[in-house]
C-alpha cells in the first residue's frame, strides 16, 4: 500500500493541498501534528476534515495546548503546568471532533491492511527525557512517567498485527546525538538526542515479541535547525525499519508553488519511501528518494534502534 505523509503543518495548508491528497490515490494518510503555527488548531482541523482518504493524526505539543501551557512545560513549573492543563481534554476532544472524518489517535492501534497495523504513539511529545502534559496524559491515558509511557506503548503494540507502521509526533531515541541527526537536538546541542525513549523501548519490545516494524513516522524536530544552519538527514534505515522525520517546517514554499510531503510505499517485503513536492496543481515538481546523505547515496544502517 501507498501511505501519504505530512509532517507538522504549522499553519500550512489550503484548499490545493486538500484537493491533491483527495485525487492523488494514497490508501492512507499519516499526519505528525502540530497544526498551528503556534497556538490554535482548530481552523486547520476543519480545513484537514474535508480529506477523503482514511487519514490519522497524531496530537503534537502545539495541537489543544495554551501558550501559557507551552511555556509552564518548558520551564517545568509544577502549579503553572497543573492549572493551565485542566481545560486540555475538552480542548483534545474537541479537535478530535473538528478533524473527523480523520482519526486522532493516541495509544492506539488501527488496521491499515490485512496483517498491517498503525500503532499510534504518545501525544503531545516535546522531545528529550521529560513526560510533558503529564496532567492531561495521567488523566487521560492512565501514565504518569516514561516508564508508564513505554509500558502502554506496549500493550497496544502487543494486541497488534504482526506488521506495524508507527506514528509518532517526535521520534525514538537512538539515531543520533548531533544536530543533523533525525531527532538530535539542535536549539541546545548539548542535549544531544533528543528522541522519545519510551518510544525507542516499545520499538524494540516490537521486535522481540515478533513484529516486524515496518516504518516509524514522526516530526517535531523540524528539517532546518533553528538557527538556520543545519538540515538535519530526514531518514535512516535499522534492522529493516525505515524512519522518517516528515517536519519540513515550512511544508509550503515559493508562495505556493512547492509543497511538500512523503510517500511511503509498503509492500510484502520492502518499505521505500521518497519526498515529493508539488505545485498548486498537484504536478509533482521535484522527487527524492529516503534516506538520503549529503552525496545521494543512501547511508549505512545505524545500529542503535
Ligand atoms: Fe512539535
Ligand atoms: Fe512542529
Redesign the pocket.
Known amino acids: 500500500m501507498q501511505i501519504g505523509l505530512v509532517g507538522?503543518i504549522?499553519g500550512a495548508w489550503d484548499e490545493q493541498d486538500t484537493r491533491f491528497f483527495n485525487t492523488a490515490g494514497y490508501d492512507a494518510l499519516l499526519l505528525t501534528g502540530?497544526l498551528p503555527r503556534f497556538v490554535g488548531s482548530l481552523p486547520i482541523a476543519r480545513a484537514l476534515s474535508a480529506l477523503t482518504p482514511p487519514a490519522y493524526m497524531i496530537a503534537?505539543?502545539?495541537d489543544a495546548t495554551g501558550l501559557v501551557q507551552l511555556y509552564a512545560e518548558m520551564a517545568d513549573h509544577p502549579r503553572l503546568k497543573r492549572v493551565t492543563a485542566l481545560g486540555m481534554p475538552e480542548r483534545v476532544a474537541r479537535l478530535a471532533e473538528t478533524l473527523s472524518p480523520i482519526t486522532l489517535g493516541a495509544y492506539s492501534r488501527h488496521p491499515l491492511a490485512e496483517n498491517l497495523d498503525l500503532v499510534v504513539a504518545r501525544p503531545h511529545a516535546m522531545g528529550g527525557d521529560r513526560l510533558y502534559f503529564r496532567d492531561y496524559l495521567s488523566r487521560v491515558h492512565g501514565v504518569t512517567d516514561l516508564d508508564g509511557s513505554r509500558a502502554a506503548l506496549c500493550r497496544v503494540i502487543d494486541e497488534a498485527a504482526r506488521d506495524i507502521v508507527i506514528l509518532a509526533h517526535n521520534g525514538p531515541a537512538g539515531l543520533g546525538e548531533t544536530p543533523d541527526a533525525p531527532f538530535g537536538c539542535d536549539f541546545d546541542p548539548a542535549r544531544g538526542d533528543f528522541g522519545d525513549v519510551d518510544l525507542a523501548e516499545a520499538i524494540t519490545h516490537a521486535r522481540a515479541t515478533g513484529h516486524r516494524v515496518r516504518a516509524v513516522v514522526a516530526?517535531?524536530m523540524?528539517h532546518l535547525s533553528k538557527d538556520g544552519r543545519v538540515w538535519r538527514r530526514t531518514a535512516a534505515v535499522a534492522h529493516d525499519t525505515l524512519y522518517i522525520n516528515a517536519?519540513r517546517?515550512p511544508r509550503i514554499e515559493n508562495g505556493g508553488a512547492r509543497r511538500h510531503h512523503i510517500a511511503l510505499d509498503v509492500t510484502e517485503n520492502e518499505t521505500t519511501a521518497e519526498t515529493r513536492w508539488v505545485d498548486a496543481d498537484g504536478n509533482i515538481v521535484a522527487r527524492e528518494a529516503l534516506p538520503v546523505t549529503d552525496d545521494g547515496a543512501s547511508p549505512a544502517p545505524v545500529d542503535a534502534l
Do not use: L, T
Open positions: 507538522d504549522h502540530d503534537g505539543n502545539h516530526g517535531h523540524h517536519a517546517v
